[in-house]
C-alpha cells in the first residue's frame, strides 16, 4: 500500500488514467448489462412467437389433412346418393332412357376420384384404408349391375331385381369413415391445447434463464470492474518500471546501431582511403614505376577484397534476419574443409609471427552431412578473429569427436589479450550490433557481424557455438555439432596411419585466368562503360571475339540481324540496363527460339536474385564485382559443353 502510494504521488497521471479507464470499463459493462437484458426480452418475443408458430403450423396442417378427407366424403355421398349413380340407375330401369346411363357412369367416376382424393391424405389409419376399400367394392358392384342391365332386355320388375345390390355393408363403411374424422377432429383439438401449453412453458423458462443470467451477469461485472480498477491501479507501478525498461533498452538497441554504423563507416571508409589513393598514384607518381605499381595494385586489390567481405557480411545478416537464409546440405570433406581455412589463415598468421596449428584430439569422420559453404565460413571467421586478436604465442584449431554421443567439437583457442567477464558475457550473446570493446579508441577493426553471422549458421546446421576467456590469457570458441551415421564413415587419423601422412593435402584447382578463349564468338551487353572497359580487357586478353550493345535491345537486335555464322556462342547479359532489361531481353529471346547461353551479370546477390536470373531463361549467373577467374572459366565451361555436344553429333 505504501509503494503504491509512493508511486501514485511520484505519477498522479498515470493513477488519474487508471481512474479513467476503471469508469470507462464500468460505464461499458453498464451499458452491456442493459443490452443483455433487452436481449432477454427479445428472446422471449422469439421464443413466444416461434413457439405458437410451431403449434398454429401443425393445427394448420391437420386442418388442410382432415378437410380433404371431408370434401371428399361429402363428393362421394353426392356422387351415390340421390341425383347420383344409384338414381340414375333405378331412373334407368323405370324409363329406358339411355342418358341416365351415361350420368350413371359419370357419378361412378367422380365416386371413384373422391376415393383416390381421400387416399391421398398425409395419413390414414387402417380402418380408413379397409373401408375406403369396401367403398370401392360398393362401386364395383354397381357397375356391374348396370353392365347386366344394359346386356338383357327385362321388365323393369325383372331389371330391378338383376340390379339389387345389398348396400348394407357400405353404409357401415361410411359411417365408420365419419366416426373416425370426427375422433381425429377431438384428439387434434386435445393435441392443440397441450402443444400451447407446452409453448407457454417454454416461453415462461426463456423469460425466466434470461432474467437469471442478466441478474448474475450483473453482479459478476459489478465486481469484475472493482477488481479491474484494483488490478489496474496496482499494476501502475510496475507498468512504469517495464516502460523504463524497454525505453532502457530501445535507447541501448539505438545506441548501439548508431555505433555499428559509425564503425562501419570506419570499417568503408579505411579500405576507400586506400583504394582512392593509390588509384591516384597509379595515374601520377607511380606511372613509370613498375615496382611500386605492382605495389600499389596489391594494396588496392586487398582493401577491394575487405570490402567486398563487409558487404557480404550485412547480406548475411539481413538474409538472416529476414528468415531467407538457405542451406544446402551435402557431404562436406571435413579434413579437407580445416586444412583449406589453415592454408587461407596462415599468411596472416605469418605476418604477425604467432603460430598456427590443427590439432585432433581424437579420430574424427573425413566427411560429414552439413553445408560445407557456411561450415568453411564459420571456422575462418573464428580462425580470422583469433589471429586478429592475437600478437604473441598462437592459434589452435581442435578437433574432438565423441563415438558414443556423435558429438563433434571443433575449437579455436587463441593466446590473444582475452575478455572480462563482462566482455565475454556481452559477447556470448552474439548479438548483430556488439563488440567487446566499441570505444572510439578501440584496437581492432571490424563490423561486430562476424560472431553473429556464425552463431546463427551453427545454429542453422544443428549445433551450438560457445565461448570461454581469460582476460590477458586468452579466448577459446567451440562449435559443437551432432553427425549423423557417424559409425559409417572413415574416420581420420586413421587407426594406423602412413609415415608422413597424418595431414590431408588441400588440393588447389588451378585458376580459371589463363583460360583461352581464343576464337570465341561472345556478345556482351551492359551499359556501365566502367565495366564494359574492364569485361571487354578481360576477354581480349582471353583472345576472344566480342562485341558490345548498351541495353536489351540493341543486344537483341544484334542477334536476330545475325547470320548463322555470326551468330554470339555466348551472351554476357547484363540485367539492369535503360530501354530494355536484361530479364526481359533474355525471355525474348527464349521465346523466339535462341538456345545460346546467357550467363547473367547483376550487382544483386542474393539466392532469390540467383532464381531470378534463372527463372527469365538464363543458363548461369554470376554477381558483381565480377571475378575474372571465374568468368572465364565459366565461359569456357559453355563453349566446352557446345564442343562436346557437336562432337557426339
Not at 401443425?58 to 344409384?86: C, P, T
Not at 579455436?412 to 572510439?440: K, L, N, P, W, Y
Request: net charge negative.
Amino acid at each position: 500500500m505504501a509503494a503504491r502510494t509512493n508511486h501514485e504521488n511520484n505519477d498522479p497521471e498515470l493513477a488519474k488514467q487508471a481512474e479513467v479507464k476503471a469508469h470507462r470499463l464500468f460505464v461499458l459493462k453498464l451499458t452491456l448489462l442493459v443490452i443483455l437484458s433487452w436481449f432477454g426480452l427479445a428472446a422471449t418475443y422469439v421464443a413466444s412467437y416461434m413457439a405458437n408458430e410451431s403449434v398454429a403450423k401443425r393445427w394448420q396442417s391437420f386442418n388442410r389433412d382432415h378437410l380433404k378427407k371431408l370434401q371428399a366424403i361429402e363428393e362421394f355421398n353426392v356422387s351415390v346418393g340421390y341425383g347420383g349413380m344409384i338414381h340414375c340407375l333405378k331412373n334407368y330401369i323405370l324409363r329406358g332412357d339411355e342418358s341416365y346411363l351415361d350420368r350413371f357412369d359419370a357419378a361412378v367416376v367422380t365416386a371413384r376420384a373422391s376415393l383416390a382424393y381421400y387416399r391421398g391424405s398425409a395419413s390414414l389409419q387402417r380402418s380408413e384404408i379397409q373401408a375406403l376399400e369396401v367403398l370401392n367394392d360398393l362401386l364395383d358392384s354397381y357397375t356391374a349391375a348396370a353392365d347386366r342391365v344394359r346386356e338383357k332386355s327385362l321388365p323393369p320388375s325383372a331389371a330391378d331385381r338383376l340390379a339389387k345390390v345389398d348396400d348394407t355393408e357400405y353404409l357401415a363403411a361410411k359411417d365408420s369413415l365419419q366416426i373416425i374424422l370426427n375422433a381425429e377432429l377431438s384428439a387434434a383439438e386435445s393435441e392443440f391445447e397441450k402443444n400451447l401449453g407446452t409453448a407457454r412453458q417454454r416461453v415462461f423458462a426463456v423469460a425466466g434463464l434470461s432474467a437469471f443470467l442478466s441478474f448474475s451477469l450483473g453482479i459478476y461485472w459489478a465486481y469484475q470492474v472493482h477488481s479491474i480498477a484494483s488490478a489496474i491501479a496496482s499494476s501502475a507501478e510496475s507498468r512504469a518500471d517495464e516502460h523504463e525498461k524497454l525505453r532502457r533498452k530501445a535507447e541501448e538497441a539505438s545506441q548501439a546501431k548508431t555505433t555499428f554504423l559509425a564503425n562501419m563507416s570506419h570499417e568503408i571508409r579505411t579500405p576507400m582511403t586506400a583504394i582512392l589513393g593509390y588509384a591516384d598514384l597509379l595515374a601520377g607518381d607511380f606511372a613509370n614505376d613498375p615496382e611500386q605499381s605492382a605495389a600499389a595494385v596489391c594494396t588496392v586489390r586487398s582493401n577491394a577484397q575487405h570490402l567486398l567481405a563487409i558487404i557480404d557480411d550485412i547480406l548475411d545478416v539481413s538474409k538472416l534476419e529476414a528468415g531467407r537464409f538457405q542451406l544446402e546440405v551435402t557431404e562436406a570433406p571435413l579434413i579437407q574443409i580445416v586444412q583449406e581455412v589453415a592454408s587461407l589463415s596462415k599468411p596472416y598468421a605469418t605476418k604477425k609471427d604467432i603460430d598456427l596449428r590443427v590439432c585432433y584430439d581424437t579420430p574424427v569422420p573425413m566427411v560429414i552431412q552439413s553445408d560445407p559453404t557456411r561450415l568453411r565460413q564459420i571456422l575462418l571467421n573464428l580462425v580470422s578473429n583469433a589471429i586478429k586478436f592475437t600478437d604473441n604465442g598462437g592459434v589452435t584449431i581442435r578437433l574432438a569427436f565423441d563415438l558414443t554421443s556423435s558429438h563433434l567439437s571443433i575449437s579455436v583457442e587463441d593466446t590473444g589479450i582475452g575478455m572480462t567477464s563482462e566482455q565475454r558475457e556481452m559477447i556470448a550473446r552474439f548479438s548483430a550490433f556488439r563488440q567487446a570493446d566499441m570505444s572510439t579508441t578501440r584496437r581492432f577493426g571490424g563490423t561486430g557481424l562476424g560472431l553473429h553471422i556464425s552463431n546463427t549458421l551453427m545454429q542453422m546446421l544443428g549445433g551450438i557455438l560457445e565461448v570461454e576467456s581469460v582476460y590477458g590469457q586468452g579466448s577459446t570458441f567451440k562449435a559443437t555439432m551432432t553427425i549423423e551415421h557417424a559409425s559409417d564413415v572413415q574416420m581420420w587419423p586413421t587407426a594406423s596411419p602412413e609415415p608422413g601422412n597424418n595431414a590431408l593435402r588441400v588440393v588447389r584447382t588451378e585458376t580459371a585466368a589463363s583460360q583461352s578463349l581464343e576464337g570465341v564468338k561472345i556478345l556482351l551487353a551492359e551499359d556501365g562503360v566502367d565495366n564494359q572497359r574492364l569485361i571487354c580487357h578481360y576477354l581480349r586478353k582471353a583472345g576472344a571475339d566480342f562485341a558490345v550493345c548498351e541495353n536489351g535491345e540493341q543486344a537483341i537486335e544484334h542477334i536476330t540481324v545475325s547470320s548463322s555464322n555470326a551468330l554470339p556462342q555466348i551472351v554476357l547479359m547484363d540485367m539492369q540496363m535503360p530501354v530494355i532489361d536484361g530479364y526481359e531481353a533474355t525471355r525474348r529471346l527464349r521465346c523466339q527460339g535462341y538456345t545460346i547461353p546467357i550467363i547473367a551479370l547483376t550487382a544483386h546477390a542474393t539466392e532469390n536474385d540467383r532464381q531470378k536470373c534463372l527463372d527469365a531463361g538464363c543458363d548461369e549467373y554470376i554477381s558483381k564485382p565480377i571475378n575474372r577467374a571465374l568468368l572465364l572459366s565459366t565461359c569456357a565451361a559453355f563453349i566446352q559443353k557446345q564442343q562436346t555436344s557437336s562432337s557426339l553429333v
